[in-house]
């Protein structure tokens, strides 16, 4: 066979195909979708741009922290004055945080029930799994942004079907709750300090609900956990009053930590390590630690500051052995003791220093001495 003869039959021979592997299949989602995406540990959540988003006829924009784990991300949806969204369905859970505007939502169910109610600024709801909705700009003048938090990447990388995820008619009846749920009321479920749950699909107003007290994270804190829509999303509510600050922990990423009043800061570090990277955030500011990653949480506002903080697996549906171990456990429990929490007495010298300077820089009194702190 000639030289020839051999080049001409490699050349009728087909190109050999790339491997599939090393597939994302939410990430190749996203990127039909058209829309801007994020990639930061932290960020906030008013100066990220949006564009037009042709599945929800809103403009919208994925925000993908550093932390946000394998399970969840969220979306950011801009409402035009007057505009609402396309009607939804999708077998993911969503939790949703109003940042600015007032609307509402109206969400419908394949019996014909329908459940409408008006959100304004630090409003959160859940949407109850697969049914459809709509969120509706209630202002004339003004825009809405919404950000939510979903299950959307776990599904889509188990199912990778999307039809099967956005056009699914099946009914989850015991997901919807009892109908009060849909006007901010809901159950108080009791618990041991720091598991304290409110049942409900809404809330009004999150920087105003009452949250308990949580002296094992120290500083004389507060916090709220929420079961919404029956779901698996992990949601609650955490208060630090003036002057104080957190005990240092770590758990598994995804936790989603979106400031809802005050200022401050919070530093984030791995075992070991002797530079520690610090976030300043204020309303609007979201950040995520990664995996068994360190971090701290300090008030420096002459107000509380309060978040609220979105993963996936809750108190009620851990989900991951990981999540259960921290959330039964290990959160609660000294590094010194095999749990994830380091007490004051162990932390690093110049974390307290580092807060003393800047309550002097803000001209606010340090206050962790009531709380066990120095």
């Known amino acids: 066979m000639t030289n020839a003869e051999t080049t001409a039959e490699t050349a009728a021979e087909p190109a050999a195909e790339t491997p599939k592997v090393g597939i994302d299949t939410y990430l190749e989602w996203v990127k039909k979708e058209n829309i801007p995406v994020i990639d930061a540990i932290a960020v906030d959540l008013f100066s990220v741009e949006t564009k037009p988003w042709a599945r929800t006829d809103v403009n919208g924009a994925a925000v993908h922290l550093a932390g946000r784990g394998d399970f969840v991300s969220m979306f950011l949806f801009d409402i ?77 990388n188990l199912l990778r079907n999307e039809d099967f995820i956005f056009k699914n008619d099946w009914t989850f009846d015991e997901r919807t709750g009892k109908e009060k749920y849909f006007t901010g009321d809901g159950d108080f479920v009791p618990g041991r300090p720091g598991t304290f749950m409110w049942e409900t699909n809404f809330i009004a107003d999150s920087g105003a609900i009452e949250l308990k007290n949580w002296g094992e994270r120290g500083g004389g804190g507060t916090t709220l956990k929420f079961a919404l829509a029956d779901g698996t999303m992990n949601a609650h509510i955490s208060e630090m009053p003036v002057g104080t600050y957190k005990k240092a922990h770590r758990h598994p990423a995804d936790f989603h930590v979106l400031t809802i009043d005050g200022q401050g800061y919070s530093l984030l570090w791995y075992e070991g390590d002797t530079d520690y990277q610090r976030v300043d955030w204020k309303y609007g500011t979201v950040l995520a630690p990664l995996d068994d990653m360190f971090h701290q949480h300090f008030n420096g506002s002459a107000k509380p500051a309060r978040y609220f903080a979105t993963a996936l697996g809750s108190f009620r549906f851990p989900f991951t052995e990981g999540k259960r171990k921290a959330l039964f456990g290990n959160l609660f429990k000294s590094v010194k003791e095999g749990g994830d929490q380091i007490e004051y007495e162990d932390q690093a010298p110049h974390v307290h220093q580092m807060f003393v300077d800047e309550m002097k820089k803000n001209g606010i009194e340090l206050k962790m001495k009531e709380f066990g702190g120095k």
């Open 80 to 156: 035009a004055p007057g505009r609402a969204t396309s009607p939804q369905r999708h077998l993911y859970e969503e939790v949703i945080f109003a940042l600015a505007g007032r609307g509402n939502t109206v969400i419908e169910f394949e019996d014909g029930r329908k459940h409408s109610f008006e959100w304004g600024p630090k409003s959160i709801f859940a949407i109850p799994l697969n049914a459809k909705y709509r969120i509706f700009n209630g202002s004339g003048a003004e825009s809405a942004r919404l950000v939510s938090t979903t299950s959307l990447p776990i599904m889509m």
